[in-house]
């Protein structure tokens, strides 16, 4: 059993910078492959960014060369270190937790990968 509690949300003005963190609770985390989600009113969960047991990052196009995705082994944490933000990044961030993936397992940037997920914390950029 993991359980994820993320922070750092907030609002922020379009082109400003945002870090967003998750801990986790339960687990080996160095055995676990970490992603981040966000969703909109309306809209499906939509994958952003994922980091390996490994290390390897995989990113959405949107996220590519905007967003980063450190993890922290010995604090058992996953950021997302957002930078210029638009206020279509505007939504709920979801931290999700991939205990399955073996040390060679790609990322898909799909929700069914993940078996657990945190509370959500809310970004809201304005332009």
């Known amino acids: 059993q993991v359980q994820l509690v993320e922070s750092g949300g907030g609002s922020v003005q379009a082109g400003g910078s945002l870090k967003l963190s998750c801990v986790a609770r339960g687990g080996t985390f160095n055995r676990i492959s970490m992603g981040w989600f966000r969703q909109s009113p309306g809209k499906e969960r939509e994958f952003v960014a994922d980091v390996s047991r490994s290390g390897s990052t995989f990113y959405s196009d949107s996220a590519k060369g905007r967003f980063t995705i450190p993890r922290d082994n010995a604090r058992k944490t996953v950021s997302l270190q957002m930078s210029s933000l638009k206020p279509e990044d505007t939504g709920a961030y979801y931290c999700?937790?991939?205990?399955?993936?073996?040390?060679?397992?790609?990322?898909?940037?799909?929700?069914?990968?993940?078996?657990?997920w945190g509370q959500g914390t809310q970004v809201t950029v304005s332009s």
């Open positions: 999700a937790a991939d205990v399955t993936r073996i040390l060679t397992g790609l990322a898909q940037g799909l929700a069914q990968q993940y078996e657990y």
